[in-house]
């Protein structure tokens, strides 16, 4: 009795069992797919904003960038995964300032912290949802994000040269101006310097005993007197 007992107790178990599993299947049925359709759908779905997948330039609608080439994402990436070729060029005004030449990201070392997105002065980088990038070989993952030809920085018209120069020697004149009223005011100033009480004052000579002369006189008188006995 106690063996068909156990029998049909476990028999009722794994009935209640597959209900169960019947049950949690059935309802999959009737639930709303969530399985994405990849790569059929990939023109339909939206990703989410923050969803960073690779670094890429701001351009405007004219093509210009705001690089300055300071090299604060470079110095900021953690595995050294940006690269900056610059120059250094003369600006309309005469100035030196640097100039992008090259911008090179390594997408396969990149770790999407964004470092470089948020030491960024001018907010000229940033992430994008472009994430189908697979390739054959890892040379292919490093990208020229200045994809876009350098503008040249225009030439200073002689007009604008002619103005640098007489600025530089009107401030050249300047300069010299505020060293000699500084200098003629420092002479000025040294003319008549007050002479300090004890340098004006000559130290006196020390006078001479005058017993050390009473003794040089008599001695004199002795040598007198024994010349005359002799």
Known sequence: ???VSEYFSSLGYGIRSLLKGMKVTGKEFITPKLTE???ENRTQHQWPDRFRAQLKFVYDDEGNHKCIACGSCERNCPNGTISIESKMVTTAAGTKKKKLVKYFYDLGSCTFCQLCVTNCPTAAIEFDNDFEQAVFTRSKLVK???YLPEKEEPEPTPEELARIEAERQAK???AKAKAAAAKSAREAAGEAPAAPAAAAEAPAAPA???QQTK???AADDK????DANK
């Open 1 to 3: 009795m106690g063996s």
């Open 37 to 39: 359709r990849y790569p």
């Open 144 to 146: 020229q994000l200045n």
């Open 172 to 174: 050249i004149a300047e």
């Open 208 to 210: 001479a005993p005058a």
């Open 215 to 217: 003794n040089d006189a």
């Open 223 to 226: 040598k007198a007197a024994d």
